[in-house]
């Protein structure tokens, strides 16, 4: 019986909110750990809630400048840099109030601190105001997330920013350099841009958003390279110093602009890593891998069988949605339920300018591991609904399996595809095939007809695409 269990769940994100909450929809007696003053985690104080409330600002700019092509021209914005601020922190300030609200309504025992593990039963909560106390728990679920990651042997300075301190929108460099073309980067890179930021990207390796296909990533890159200053690839940085009004950098790569450029602002944006420090993990048995994750198995049990661990600390992807899929698996199997990690596809989406989003097998990975497959591919020129936007600048892809025509993967770049990816998360989690999705009545005109195109193309037969018979 789940009645009476003692559950601890350390960390308020989206993986230990809605564990917390379940568990006490489930009966069971919660405490919830967290250092922020509401439950929210770094997903709605730092992360997905204001950059995405940022880049509808961007989005809102843009589409107003680039309407002059179809006659209408507006003044070039007045920005409020104050009460733009101020809308964001109120969009945080309600959901996360919400929350705060939510765990009250379920009597979830909300304590606000920071935890360590004394010993596999007891944690020490370390309050604000110093004092600390003492909670012993059946069961533990560790939902601390991660932190960034940061480049070693850079100076210390307020022009040197990560996610966190770049989302503060203080002011709007001239001249903002983004180290690392991955989601951050280019998410808080369209930000500024549109803001009025001439914003430099340099990336490591030889291409933006390293995990995605290469055919999807050229329609973000293409836009991304219209509107920034510059994108440098397969560049990194050698060292960042301050000087006067700004950084000077010293870059590492093939195709450089001038020998050290220098910067008003500079975000850091090079991945982010699990957050353990300070938890006492040395006190109980639960293991790390070598990159610091929390280890876990199906069910999200750590090494000590009534410790779990949940989101970005349990490892890739670090995704808000990754975490609360995984937070109702603890809160089921600590209830005593039947229940383990068994989803298919785990969306990822890009909010950038075209959206980026798949799920299930890309084609990179299929190639890599050597399957059969077959690619289908609708290029929204061909889409009635993206020309009467202007925004013929997107393609909808399947992987698909021969034998079965099963389809294994979805990718979609163009406006809106973070909405769109959901329909293809259902059929891979149903097992779809191509037929079925073929067969699906897709409202027109819309962008979700480009999914229903794409199988037919798979079967050579799109209205709105010749195929040269095989
Ligand atoms: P977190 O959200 O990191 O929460 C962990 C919480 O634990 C924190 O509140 C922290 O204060 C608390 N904590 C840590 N240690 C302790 C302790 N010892 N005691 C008490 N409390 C502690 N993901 C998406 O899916 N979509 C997006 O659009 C998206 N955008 C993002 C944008 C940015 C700028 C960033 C930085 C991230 C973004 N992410 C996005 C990633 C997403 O934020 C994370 O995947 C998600 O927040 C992970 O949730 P979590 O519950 O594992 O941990
Ligand atoms: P990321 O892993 O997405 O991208 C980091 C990029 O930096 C990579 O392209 C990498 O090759 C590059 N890089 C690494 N070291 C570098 C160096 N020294 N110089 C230049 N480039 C370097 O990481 P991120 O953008 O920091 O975001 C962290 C995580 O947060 C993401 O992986 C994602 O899980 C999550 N996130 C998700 C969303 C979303 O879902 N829309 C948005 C933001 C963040």
Not at 31 to 54: D, M
């Amino acid at each position: 019986m789940a009645n009476g269990k003692r559950v601890v769940v350390i960390g308020g994100g989206p993986g230990g909110y809605p564990a917390a909450f379940l568990a006490s929809d489930l009966g069971m007696q919660v405490t919830l750990v967290e250092a922020k003053p509401n439950p929210g985690g770094v997903c709605l104080f730092q992360g997905c809630i204001p950059s995405k409330a940022l880049l509808h600002v961007a989005k809102l700019l843009n589409e107003a400048k680039e309407a002059s092509q179809w006659g209408l021209s507006f003044e070039p914005p007045t920005i409020d840099l104050a009460k733009l601020r101020s809308w964001k922190q109120g969009v945080v300030g309600k959901l996360t109030g919400g929350l705060g609200q939510m765990s009250r309504n379920r009597k979830v025992n909300f304590v606000r601190g920071r935890a360590r593990f004394l010993d596999a039963h007891a944690l020490e909560i370390a309050r604000e105001d110093g004092a600390s106390e003492k909670l012993d728990f059946d069961y533990a679920i560790i939902a601390t997330g991660s932190v960034p990651a940061k480049i070693p042997g850079l100076p210390t300075s307020d022009r040197i920013m990560d996610s966190t301190a770049t989302l503060e929108l203080n002011d709007i460099p001239k001249k903002l350099l983004v180290v690392g073309g991955g989601y951050i980067g280019l998410e808080l890179g369209t930000v500024y841009s549109a803001l009025g930021s001439k914003v430099t990207v340099v990336e490591a390796t030889g291409g933006l958003l390293p995990g995605a296909d290469r055919d999807l990533v050229a329609h973000v890159q293409k836009k991304i390279e219209e509107r920034f200053e510059r994108v440098l690839l397969n560049t990194s940085v050698q060292s960042m110093r301050e000087e006067g009004e700004g950084i000077r950098v010293k870059l590492l790569g093939t195709d450089l602009p001038e020998s050290e450029p220098l910067f008003d602002k500079v975000l850091v944006s090079v991945g982010r890593k699990p957050m353990t420090e300070g938890l006492g993990l040395d006190r109980v048995k639960v293991k790390q891998t070598s990159r610091g994750f929390i280890e876990v198995d199906a069910q999200r049990r750590t090494s000590e069988p009534h410790i779990f661990a949940i989101g970005d600390v349990a490892g890739d992807p670090m995704l808000a949605h990754k975490a609360t899929y995984e937070g109702r698996i603890a809160a089921e199997v600590i209830a005593g339920k039947s229940a383990a990690f068994d989803a298919r596809a785990i969306p990822a989406v890009v909010f950038t300018d075209p959206e980026l989003a798949w799920a299930g097998l890309t084609e990179t990975e299929a190639r890599k591991q050597g399957r059969d497959y077959k690619l289908a591919r609708f290029p929204w020129s061909a889409s009635g609904r993206a020309t009467t936007m202007g925004r013929n600048d997107g393609l909808t892809k399947m992987v698909i399996d021969p034998r079965t025509e099963q389809v294994l993967g979805v990718g979609v770049v163009g406006v809106g595809a973070g909405e769109m990816i959901a329909e293809a998360v259902l059929a891979i989690e149903l097992g779809a095939r191509a037929t079925d999705l073929m067969m699906t009545i897709h409202a027109h005109p819309t962008l979700s007809e480009t999914v229903m195109e794409a199988a037919e193309v798979y079967f050579g037969h799109s209205p709105h695409l010749y195929q040269q018979p095989a």
